[in-house]
C-alpha cells in the first residue's frame, strides 16, 4: 500500500481534501492532469473576478463626476487586463503548491485511471512527463470537478475563436464590440457583466422566464432592471434553436414567445451549465454508479464501490467550489472516523456581477413550495446611510423566516458587495439561529450590513428606517 | 483545596433525584469507595461512592430533599491539591473520564453507562443508538443547543436535557428535537437551510374541552410518566404494529409446573406461569432467531441472546426488568431471578442495565383477570407478548365439547422487522412448548 488516501483532481474540492487528510495523519498523494487549484484558481472563480475588478474600476471611472473627482480621459489595455487575471490565477496556483509541500502530499501530474483493486480501486497515472505509475492507497477520493456543457447539436460547443466556454472568454486576444451570453446563470452573468463594463454590446438568452433562476424572483427582477441600466440586453423565456458561425461572427436563432428571431455579434458565450468529468477514469469497468454526468455518493461521499468516494462537482450540483471543499473536508474526517456532522449546512452561493447577488437557503416560492408560512423582511439599500455616502444605493436584502418557528430559512441579496454580507446570513443559519436572536444581534453603524438588521426586523413588522 | 461531589445521573434520563440518605457526616474522613450516600430517582435506589478520599468539609444538600438536579454540588470534600473548581463548565464526558477536567468527587455505584451505551427500554429517548446520552453541565442547568432547538423543544414540550445533541459538542440542533419528536427529520435539498418544522401536536386544555378547573385533582407528571408517556406515544404511532392473537392450551404445563414445584420445595423455589412463559419464549426465540429482533436503518438486528424483558407494575408506572441470556438458563434459575427483580424493581432498587436493553418483552395481566389484550411495542425491541388469564373454557375436541384450561396469549409485532410470518412462526414454536412443556428441555 503506497499510501492512505489518493485524491484525483486538486481543484477547490481535491487540494482541501489532501490538506484535510494530511492534518489527519494520512498519508496522501493527489493526482493533477492540468494545473493545481483546477478550474477554480486557474479558469473559473478566481480569474473572472480579476477581471470583473477591472470592469469595475473602470465603470467608477465615468462616474468620478459623483463623488467630486475628476481625471483624464479613461481607457484600458485589454492584454493587459486578461494578463493580471493571468497573473493572479498563477500566483494563487503556487500558492497550492506550497501548500502541498507543506502538508507534504505527494502530487503527481498525468492522468489517472481506475483499476479493480481492494481495499480501494488502484490508480494508474499516465504523467504528464512521461511514463505510467500505478499507486494504491486504502481511499480513494474523486475530485474531478467539471466543465462546461455543451450542445453540438445546435452549434452551442466551443470553436475556441467566434464560439466560447468560460476557458476561452478569460484569455481572448481582443475584447470583442458584440456579444452574445447563452445562459443566465453565475457564469453567463458575470462574464456579461465585465464585458458590458469594458463597453460590448452584450444580449443574454435564458430559457427560463427569467434571469438568474435560481436566485429568488424579486432578486432575478430587481438584477434585471440594474443590468439594463447598465446596458445589458436580455430575452428570457427564449429558446435557441441554432448557433451559426461565420468568418465575422455568430448568428444565433432562438424562439421567444412563438416568435422566431436570429441575433448577431462577434462572439458567443455558451453558459448553459456544467457536466461532470465522469468519463476516461474507469469508471464503467468498475461499475461506479453514475446518474447523468454525476457520480452517485451516499451522505459521506461514498460510491457503490468499496474504498471509491467522489466530492465535488463530480458528485453532483450545486456547482460551487465551496460545496467541493466542504464535502472534501466531510469525507476525509469520516474516512478517519471521526464523525463529523451531516452535510447539511446551508450553502451560499454568489454571482459577482455589478451589483453582486448573494443567496443562502430557501427562495420564497421555494419555502412556501416546502410547506412553511413565510414571513418575509426587505430592506432596500436606498435608505442605508453608509449605502448612500459610498453612492452604492441599489439593491435590497431579503429574509425568509419559518412563521411558526422563527428559524430563518433563506436571505437574498441584491448590491454592492453583498457576497461579503451574505456570511453573515450563512452562519445565523448554520447555527440555527431564529429572528429573536439577529433582531438582538448589533449591527455596526454605518455599515451596509445594517440593511441586514433591518430585513429581519420588517419580517415582523419592525423595520426602523422605513 | 476542596472538591465538589456532584449529584451523579444514575441513568442517561436522569434529570434529578432525591438525596434520600447521608452515610457520612461533615468531619468524617472517606476513602475512594466508601458509601457516602443513597439517590432516589423515579426508577431506583442506588448508592453513592466516593472516589476520592479526603475529610468531609460540608454535607450541602439535606438528607431527604428532592428534585435535587443532576450535576449539582450536594457535599464538599477536603482534598489535596488543585483539582476542583466548580466555576469551570465541565462536560459529562470529561467527568466520566477522570483524566480531563475537574474530576466529580462521587459516582454512582454501580457506574452510569458509558457515553456508548445505546439508550434502550425505559432510558431511550433518542432512537439514534449511537448518539451519546443527553448533555448536562454546570450545576446540570446549561444545556447546549441551538436557538431553534430550543424554540422547537419547548413547543413541542420536550425537555432539552433529554435529548442527545449530535452538533458540534454534542449541541442539540433542530433535527435532534425532530428525532426526538419521534419524527425522522424531513429530508432537505443540502441547499436549503431548514425543513418544513412540524406543528407541534395541539392538545387543548381540560377547561376548553369543558371540564371546568377545580373539579378534579392533578398528579403532576414525574420523570416515569414522562418518559412512559414519551416512548409509549412514539412507538404507538412511529412504529407500524399489528397483533396476532393464539390460544394455548395449559393443562399439561400446569400439571408440569405442580410437579417441578413438588422437586423445587426443599431449594425453596417456586416456579410460576410467568417463569415458564420466559422460558418458553426464550427457547422459542431461538427456534425462530428472526423474532428475537430490532429494526435499524442500517438493517435488521437479530439479537444473539433472548434478553427477556419482563413487565412488573410498580409505584406510579411500570419498569421492565430483564432476564439475560434467558434461552441459556433453567426453570429454577428463572424462576429466582425474576422473583428478585420483581421484588428490587418495586423497591426501586433495580440498576440501569437490569432494565435497560432488552430483545424481547412480555406483558403478563393473567393475574388481574385479564382475558386478552394487544401490548405496545417495546422500542427498539421487534416483539411483546401479551399473557392473559389462563382459566376453563369449553374447547371441541374430537368433534366433541370439552373443557380445557386457556390462555390467551397476543404477540405485537414491529412490521418492519417481523413480518405475519415469521410472528406466526413464533407463536407457533411458542405454543408447542407451553403445551407440551417436555419439550423445553430438549
Known amino acids: 500500500m503506497d499510501f492512505d488516501l489518493i485524491v484525483i483532481g486538486s481543484g477547490p474540492g481535491g487540494y482541501v481534501t489532501a490538506i484535510r487528510a494530511s492534518q489527519l495523519g494520512l498519508k496522501t498523494a493527489i493526482v493533477e492532469r492540468a494545473e ?43 492584454p493587459k487586463i486578461i494578463e493580471r487575471s493571468r497573473g493572479v490565477a498563477k500566483k494563487m496556483e503556487g ?64 470553436d475556441g475563436d467566434r464560439v466560447w466556454t468560460y476557458r476561452d472568454a478569460l484569455v481572448p486576444k481582443a475584447c470583442p464590440k458584440s456579444l452574445i ?39 432575478s427582477k430587481a438584477a434585471h432592471k440594474a443590468f439594463e441600466k447598465r446596458g445589458l440586453k436580455f430575452r428570457v423565456a427564449a429558446k435557441v434553436t441554432k448557433l451559426s458561425k461565420s468568418k465575422t461572427g455568430v448568428s444565433v436563432a432562438l424562439e421567444a414567445g412563438g416568435k422566431a428571431e436570429t441575433l448577431i455579434a462577434e462572439v458567443a458565450i455558451v453558459a448553459v451549465g456544467i457536466t461532470g468529468n465522469v468519463e476516461n477514469l474507469g469508471l464503467e469497468a468498475l461499475g461506479v454508479t453514475v446518474d447523468r454526468g454525476h457520480v452517485v455518493t451516499d451522505g459521506h461521499g461514498k460510491t457503490n464501490v468499496a474504498g471509491l468516494y467522489a466530492i465535488g462537482d463530480i458528485a453532483g450540483p450545486p456547482w460551487l467550489a465551496h460545496k467541493a471543499s466542504h464535502e472534501g473536508v466531510h469525507c476525509v474526517e469520516h474516512i478517519a472516523g471521526l464523525k463529523p456532522a451531516g452535510l447539511t449546512a446551508p450553502i451560499p452561493g454568489c454571482t459577482y456581477s455589478n451589483p453582486q447577488i448573494a443567496s443562502v437557503g430557501l427562495t420564497e416560492a ?33 429574509t425568509v423566516f419559518d412563521g411558526r418557528t422563527g428559524a430563518l430559512l433563506g436571505a437574498h441579496m441584491i448590491g454592492h458587495e453583498v457576497t461579503e454580507m451574505i456570511q453573515g446570513f450563512v452562519v445565523a443559519m448554520t447555527l440555527e439561529a431564529t429572528e429573536e436572536d439577529l433582531m438582538a444581534t448589533v449591527f455596526a453603524h454605518p455599515t451596509m450590513s445594517e440593511a441586514m438588521h433591518e430585513s429581519v426586523l420588517d419580517a415582523y413588522g419592525r423595520a426602523l428606517h422605513i | 483545596m476542596s472538591i465538589d461531589i456532584l449529584m451523579p445521573a444514575l441513568s442517561p434520563t436522569m434529570e434529578e433525584g432525591t438525596l434520600a440518605k447521608w452515610h457520612v457526616k461533615a468531619g468524617d474522613t472517606v476513602k475512594a469507595g466508601d458509601v457516602i450516600a443513597e439517590i432516589e430517582t423515579d426508577k431506583a435506589t442506588m448508592e453513592v461512592e466516593a472516589v476520592d478520599e479526603g475529610m468531609v468539609e460540608a454535607l450541602l444538600v439535606d438528607a431527604g430533599t428532592e428534585n435535587v438536579k443532576v450535576n449539582a454540588v450536594i457535599a464538599r470534600l477536603a482534598g489535596e491539591g488543585d483539582s476542583a473548581s466548580f466555576d469551570t ?66 413547543a413541542a414540550g420536550l425537555d432539552l436535557k433529554a435529548i442527545a ?195 424481547f418483552s412480555i406483558s403478563n395481566m393473567g393475574m388481574m383477570g385479564i382475558k386478552s389484550f394487544a401490548s405496545i411495542i417495546n422500542e427498539p425491541q421487534a416483539c411483546i407478548l401479551s399473557v392473559g388469564a389462563g382459566e376453563p373454557r369449553p374447547v371441541v375436541k374430537n368433534g366433541a365439547l370439552a373443557i380445557a384450561t386457556v390462555m390467551t396469549v397476543t404477540l405485537t409485532c414491529d412490521h418492519r422487522a417481523v413480518d405475519g410470518a415469521i410472528g406466526g412462526r413464533f407463536l407457533n414454536a411458542f405454543k408447542a412448548l407451553i403445551e407440551d412443556p417436555l419439550t423445553m428441555i430438549v
Open chain 1, 36 to 78: 493545481l487549484g483546477g478550474i477554480c484558481l486557474n479558469w473559473g472563480c478566481i480569474p473572472t473576478k480579476a477581471l470583473l475588478k477591472s470592469g469595475e474600476v473602470y465603470e467608477q471611472l465615468s462616474h468620478l463626476a459623483d463623488y467630486g473627482l475628476s481625471s483624464g480621459g479613461a481607457s484600458f489595455d485589454f
Open chain 1, 95 to 158: 500558492g497550492v503548491a506550497f501548500l502541498m509541500k507543506k502538508h507534504k502530499i505527494e502530487v503527481l501530474f498525468g492522468v489517472a485511471t481506475l483499476e479493480k483493486g481492494a481495499p480501494a480501486p488502484k490508480v494508474t497515472v499516465a504523467l504528464n512527463a512521461g511514463g505510467k505509475r500505478t499507486i494504491t492507497a486504502k481511499h480513494v477520493i474523486l475530485a474531478t470537478g467539471a466543465r462546461a456543457r455543451t450542445i453540438p447539436a445546435i452549434g452551442l460547443e466551443s
Open chain 1, 181 to 219: 451570453v447563452i445562459g443566465s446563470g453565475a457564469i453567463g452573468i458575470e462574464f456579461a457583466s465585465f464585458y458590458r463594463a469594458l463597453g460590448a454590446d452584450v444580449t443574454v438568452i435564458e430559457a427560463l422566464d427569467r434571469i438568474l433562476p435560481v436566485e429568488d424572483e424579486e432578486v
Open chain 1, 366 to 398: 421555494a419555502a412556501k413550495a416546502a410547506g412553511h408560512e413565510p414571513k418575509v423582511g426587505r430592506f432596500p439599500f436606498r435608505v442605508n446611510g453608509k449605502a448612500v455616502a459610498a453612492g452604492e444605493i441599489e439593491g435590497l436584502v431579503k
Open chain 2, 89 to 154: 463548565p465541565a462536560s459529562p464526558a470529561a467527568q466520566d473520564d477522570k483524566k480531563g477536567g475537574p474530576a466529580p468527587a462521587a459516582k454512582a455505584a454501580p457506574e452510569t453507562p458509558p457515553s456508548s451505551h445505546p439508550e434502550q427500554a425505559q432510558g431511550a429517548v433518542s432512537k439514534d443508538a449511537t448518539t451519546a446520552p443527553p448533555k448536562f453541565n454546570d450545576a446540570g442547568e446549561r444545556v447546549f443547543a441551538s436557538p431553534l432547538a430550543r424554540r422547537l423543544a419547548q
Open chain 2, 165 to 359: 445533541g449530535s452538533g458540534p459538542h454534542g449541541r442539540v440542533i433542530k433535527a435532534d428535537v425532530d428525532a426526538a419528536r419521534g419524527k425522522a427529520p424531513a429530508s432537505a435539498p443540502t441547499q436549503s437551510g431548514a425543513a418544513p418544522a412540524a406543528a407541534p401536536r395541539q392538545v387543548q386544555s381540560l377547561e376548553q374541552q369543558g371540564i371546568p378547573a377545580g373539579s378534579y385533582d392533578l398528579i403532576p407528571l414525574d420523570g416515569m410518566r414522562k418518559t412512559i408517556a414519551r416512548r409509549m406515544t412514539d412507538s404507538f404511532r412511529d412504529v407500524p404494529h399489528f397483533p396476532l392473537t393464539v390460544d394455548l392450551e395449559i393443562d399439561g404445563l400446569l400439571a408440569a409446573r405442580a410437579k417441578i414445584n413438588a422437586m423445587l420445595e426443599k431449594d425453596g423455589v417456586k416456579v410460576s406461569v410467568n417463569d415458564l412463559v420466559i422460558k418458553a419464549v426464550a427457547v422459542a426465540l431461538k427456534r425462530v432467531p428472526e423474532a428475537n429482533s430490532s429494526y435499524t436503518p442500517e438493517g435488521i438486528a437479530l439479537h444473539h441472546h433472548a434478553d427477556i424483558a419482563m413487565a412488573v407494575a410498580i409505584d406510579g408506572g411500570l419498569i421492565t426488568p430483564i432476564i439475560r441470556a434467558a434461552e441459556t438458563k433453567g426453570l429454577a434459575q428463572i424462576a429466582v431471578e425474576a422473583k428478585d427483580l420483581a421484588a428490587r424493581a418495586r423497591d426501586k432498587k433495580l440498576k440501569p442495565e437490569e432494565f435497560q436493553g432488552g430483545t
